[in-house]
């Protein structure tokens, strides 16, 4: 696909991804003009998988808390043709996932000998 100019041409590009075995999104959003495509995914497989089959070379993560519980929106852009097309994923975490990105060497230390 060369083009993103109307809505089938970028419902395809989705159809093309499911038909290739890759897990359709549970939610998407296309902007009115066919500016901007959003794809939901389920887990960080399919997500993994969606931005691989796009090419997204742009790559952010955002943590934040929402109301007590701590989330971890991946999301992956990719520009075609004018249009932007991001697949997001969002996850809950806990507190002890974040403890880990504070370490600097994760791997535990041998204690000392006396």
Same mark, same amino acid.
């Given at each position: 696909m060369t083009e993103l100019a109307t809505r089938a041409q970028a419902f395809g590009l989705i159809a093309d991804g499911v038909a290739a075995g890759l897990s359709a999104p549970w939610r998407l959003y296309l902007a009115r003009g066919c500016r901007y495509l959003s794809l939901s995914v389920g887990d960080r497989a399919e997500w993994n998988a969606w931005r691989t089959h796009l090419g997204c070379p742009e790559l952010s993560v955002r943590v934040y808390d929402a109301g007590g519980e701590i989330r971890r929106a991946s999301v992956a852009e990719v520009v075609l043709d004018?249009?932007?097309? *991001?697949?997001?994923?969002?996850?809950?975490? *806990?507190? @002890? @996932?974040?403890d880990r990105l504070l370490v600097v060497d994760p791997t535990p230390a041998e204690p000392e000998e006396r």
């Open positions: 004018g249009c932007r097309i *991001s697949v997001e994923l969002v996850e809950e975490v *806990s507190t @002890d @996932d974040l």
